[in-house]
């Protein structure tokens, strides 16, 4: 499986690894662009902010007021969403938002925290296949690695039966949304299986709304690979949303490690042909069962595991229901109140709206350089 050494323009969409994040520290799903030279092609990054007329971040009033006439996705210059945007918002959707409008830096603890939770992901990674790093310089090429990484996996799963940080992509509800399955395999039984790997600071099980955080994430995963390989994602719906342009010709890292792959390509076009064509001829079936594996990040145990079951109708009205916020259809909403006890870990606690005006935000969102506590 092939890593990039990301530069410039590509290192905005494809470094992160708000995917390995851990269940209890939600909040910070996006780890800073400081990892952007190791950082894992598929993994999400965090989004750009657009400034207000007077330079500050555009506040959550004007937006409720109507005045910011542009849609979240326009707002923070998004193409497309990532899996962990939704989840993020499945936790606290004014958090998210505080998040975007005001990014700060991680505490040393907690970048500790999540740093340990890669280094995990990553050693179960190369149980089943080396890394290798190829740099890139455009988004062009970002996708590239993304595409010849599918094509390796297919017949990989299908010959050893088992594969680990498989990309997704695909349109949910009129958003594109794109992430990482954490491992693939087939059982004993024949059945494939989603295995997603979450790791704990403390030797004991999330709570209930952590656990709803990661059966909605293990979910979208599941519904998107599913339309993967049953031909319901289209070349046209990722074009239109990824604004790519597939004549531009690729790196020529990118393609040495196509040639070394086996694929003479020349541009994107002849990859997401080949792809697409893998995806629908490969007769991958859908995903029978979806599991989370909780795991110690100290001493590796593991802590407990849970098969999640599908409800594909509650998915998809979650969806369409965080969604709306990103099309500009509604406001943000804080925590109810009977989950009032995430604000006791949250960064943005003291400057919150929604706990300031009892479940509605009422106030500009203060300056970027804002010290939070």
């Known amino acids: 499986m092939a890593e990039t050494g990301?530069?410039?323009?590509?290192?905005?969409?494809?470094?992160?690894?708000?995917?390995?994040?851990?269940?209890?520290?939600?909040?910070?799903?996006?780890?800073e662009e400081a990892k952007e030279s190791t950082a894992s092609?598929?993994?999400?990054?965090?989004?750009?902010?657009?400034?207000?007329?007077?330079?500050?971040?555009?506040?959550?009033?004007?937006?409720?007021?109507?005045?910011?006439?542009?849609?979240?996705?326009?707002?923070?210059?998004?193409?497309?969403?990532?899996?962990?945007?939704l989840c993020t918002q499945n936790w606290?959707?004014?958090q998210m938002v505080y998040g975007k409008e005001l990014p700060g830096s991680?505490?040393?603890?907690?970048?500790?925290?999540?740093?340990?939770?890669?280094?995990?992901?990553?050693?179960?990674?190369?149980?089943?296949?080396?890394?290798?790093?190829?740099?890139?310089?455009?988004?062009?090429?970002?996708?590239?690695i993304k595409f010849l990484n599918i094509l390796s996996m297919i017949p990989t799963l299908q010959s050893e039966g088992r594969i680990r940080e498989?990309?997704?992509?695909?349109?949910?509800?009129?958003?594109?949304?794109?992430?990482?399955?954490?491992?693939?395999?087939?059982?004993?039984?024949?059945?494939?299986?989603?295995?997603?790997?979450?790791?704990?600071?403390?030797?004991?099980?999330?709570?209930?709304?952590?656990?709803?955080?990661?059966?909605?994430?293990?979910?979208l995963y599941k519904y998107i690979f599913d339309a993967m390989v049953q031909g319901k994602v289209t070349p046209a719906s990722l074009i239109h949303h990824t604004k790519l342009c597939l004549d531009k010709p690729l790196g020529p890292s990118v393609l040495r490690h196509a040639r070394q792959g086996g694929f003479s390509v020349k541009s994107l076009s002849d990859l997401m042909e080949l792809v697409f064509l893998s995806l629908t001829l490969s007769d991958l079936p859908a995903i029978d069962t979806l599991k989370l594996e909780y795991i110690h990040q100290e001493t590796a145990s593991v802590l407990g595991t849970e098969i999640v079951a599908f409800e594909e109708k509650e998915v998809k009205s979650k969806v369409q229901h965080y969604v709306a916020y990103w099309t500009g259809h509604r406001d943000p909403q804080g925590v109810d109140v009977e989950e009032a006890w995430k604000c006791r870990t949250c960064d943005y606690a003291d400057i919150c709206e929604w706990r300031r005006g009892c479940g509605a935000p009422s106030s500009t969102l203060e300056p970027k350089d804002r010290q939070l506590k």
């Open 92 to 94: 606290c959707e004014l």
């Open 41 to 85: 092609l598929s993994k999400p990054g965090p989004s750009s902010e657009l400034p207000g007329k007077d330079g500050k971040p555009g506040s959550l009033q004007n937006w409720k007021n109507g005045s910011d006439v542009l849609s979240p996705m326009e707002r923070f210059h998004l193409k497309y969403l990532y899996v962990t945007d």
């Open 166 to 219: 498989f990309p997704v992509f695909g349109e949910v509800e009129g958003i594109f949304l794109v992430g990482v399955i954490d491992e693939l395999h087939y059982t004993s039984k024949g059945e494939l299986e989603l295995a997603e790997l979450k790791t704990r600071r403390r030797p004991v099980l999330p709570l209930s709304a952590q656990k709803k955080k990661d059966y909605f994430q293990v979910s």
């Open 106 to 144: 991680l505490t040393p603890e907690k970048a500790a925290v999540l740093d340990t939770g890669a280094s995990i992901h990553l050693a179960k990674e190369l149980e089943l296949h080396d890394l290798v790093t190829v740099p890139i310089t455009t988004k062009e090429d970002a996708w590239a």
């Open 6 to 31: 990301e530069e410039e323009t590509a290192s905005a969409e494809a470094s992160g690894f708000s995917d390995l994040s851990d269940s209890e520290l939600v909040e910070f799903l996006d780890l």
